[in-house]
């Protein structure tokens, strides 16, 4: 059984000596199974740790947690010491969210930053979603309109009635914490910043995503990859990855 340090990510993935960690915070219904690719296309200069949170995965006897800031703090409080080396932050969607909040946290108690922070698939922070909630819908709404605003192949989660029972409860709790999330006085960032998006992102502005750079003093890009709201997964993954291992040296 895979082991994990503090619950948060694999102990494998903590390698002694490491030059550059990159960690990695997912999409809503997602885990750290998503990131398996980036360790093996951008070993050996940086080693890739995904965040496992609670209540999928190895942690799926746990209870997910759908307030953001409360999860943001126990993950901050069990990590600091993963901090030892230089690192970086992604977090694509939720995962954007979580980046952002912790990122805030490590700023707040004056601790080395994030050489950079990688938000992805999301508006800025600070921004309302400004779209109707999905977590509260009845099982066939919910795939719908989920699938119809992000794509993906959420049809599928209605045929298997085995996935369903596995993912739903994921789903919802995840999007739950999207859509309950008030961007309150955080601390100013001063990280590097950049910001990604599909091309055919639709659920993502030019002017949402250039938003997010109002959020640092730091050096601040934009861009956007061919794909949908799951480039990283896609066709746009290589273009992302070439990027972030230049963005990280």
Request: hydrophobic content about 45%.
């Amino acid at each position: 059984m895979e082991r994990f340090a503090n619950g948060w990510v694999a102990e494998r993935d903590i390698r002694v000596g490491a030059k550059m960690r990159l960690f990695c915070l997912p999409h809503a219904g997602s885990g750290s199974a998503a990131f398996y690719r980036w360790k093996r296309e951008l070993a050996p200069a940086i080693d890739v740790c995904p965040v496992l949170l609670p209540g999928r995965e190895g942690r799926l006897r746990e209870d997910s947690v759908v307030d953001a800031d409360a999860l943001v703090d126990d993950l901050m409080a069990s990590t600091k010491a993963l901090l030892d080396v230089p690192y970086a932050i992604f977090g694509h969607s939720m995962g954007s969210i979580l980046g952002y909040i912790w990122a805030v946290r490590i700023a707040e108690a004056k601790m080395r930053e994030p050489v950079c922070l990688f938000v992805s698939g999301r508006e800025g922070a600070h921004l309302p979603i400004g779209r109707p909630d999905l977590h509260g819908l009845d099982d066939e709404e919910f795939v719908r309109e989920l699938s119809g605003r992000y794509g993906g192949t959420s049809g599928d989660l209605m045929a298997d009635a085995e996935l369903r029972e596995v993912f739903m409860p994921i789903l919802r709790a995840d999007l739950k914490l999207v859509e309950a999330y008030r961007h309150g006085p955080e601390a100013m960032l001063h990280c590097p910043l950049m910001a990604f998006a599909g091309a055919t992102d639709f659920t993502v502005t030019e002017a949402g995503l250039n938003a997010w750079g109002e959020l640092t003093t730091g050096e601040f890009a934009a861009m956007r990859f061919p794909g949908d709201h799951f480039y990283t997964m896609g066709e746009g993954q290589r273009e992302l990855l070439d990027v972030i291992a230049r963005r990280l040296g």
